[in-house]
């Protein structure tokens, strides 16, 4: 073999040994997590779990998620995947939102919330930790989309009282680069989302009815 035929040889396997880049920027989907009820006032067990996340299409496409991922990662590595759920053949419209419950359908049924598009079916554990943890939308190779590491201190809210977090995105911005400032999340209150007797407060499905945030005087229940 020739000296340049070995150095083809090489470069073709260190190619194909090379893991896949993620995707850039400009070509990601224009998905978004808009809101996150990480810690609902609603009993969990080990066959009931109520928490949920909102995504918003925010392109002018509609996008089909079948493949996709949903994923939280730990308290050590916000960016692993421990828990996920692989989305089936569903489809967000352009502009508009999806949200997405941890449990299954019958763990929800009894709040009067909004209709859910996916349901996640986990039977035995909470997704995210209270204190602070991370939620990401990933593709069919788990290359990151969007990703939420949020905690339970400032800058980002403090949910209380059962309420989800909800993404404002300021004028002119990119949302999948602001939606990772805790600054530009508010905590659901009276003020700025709906009630559900049992389970929280928040909009799920929605945007926030007003950007106003709740200033928390204690902190959220740990887990």
């Known amino acids: ?30 998905l978004v997590i808009t809101e996150i009820m990480y810690d609902p006032t609603s009993a969990e067990s080990e066959d009931k779990q109520t928490e949920w ?23 050590a590595d916000p960016h692993a995947v421990r828990q996920k759920y692989v989305f089936r053949d569903v489809t967000i419209a352009p502009h508009a939102y ?27 554990y909470a997704w995210f930790t209270n204190s602070g943890d991370s939620v990401a939308l990933r593709d069919a190779k788990k290359n990151v989309i969007d990703e939420v590491v949020y905690t339970g201190e400032s800058p ?22 602001a939606n990772d400032q805790g600054k530009n999340w508010v905590a659901s209150g009276v003020s700025n989302s709906s009630e559900f007797k049992g389970h929280g407060r928040g909009t799920p499905g929605s945007a926030p009815e007003a950007t106003t945030a709740q200033v928390a005087t204690t902190q959220p229940t740990r887990k």
């Open 156 to 177: 980002w809210p403090v949910s209380r009282n059962g309420g989800s977090i909800q993404f404002v995105c300021p004028a002119g911005e990119d949302p999948q680069a």
């Open 98 to 124: 999806l949200v997405v419950g941890i449990g299954s359908a019958t763990g929800y049924a009894s709040y009067e919330l909004p209709p859910f598009g996916v349901c996640c079916d986990e039977a035995r």
């Open 53 to 75: 996340v909102e995504i918003q299409n925010v392109g002018d496409a509609p996008i089909n998620l079948q493949g996709y991922l949903l994923t939280s990662g730990t308290k």
């Open 1 to 30: 073999m020739t000296a340049r035929a070995i150095s083809t040889t090489i470069l073709l396997s260190c190619l194909a040994a090379a893991p896949a880049a993620a995707p850039a920027q400009s070509d990601r989907p224009k």
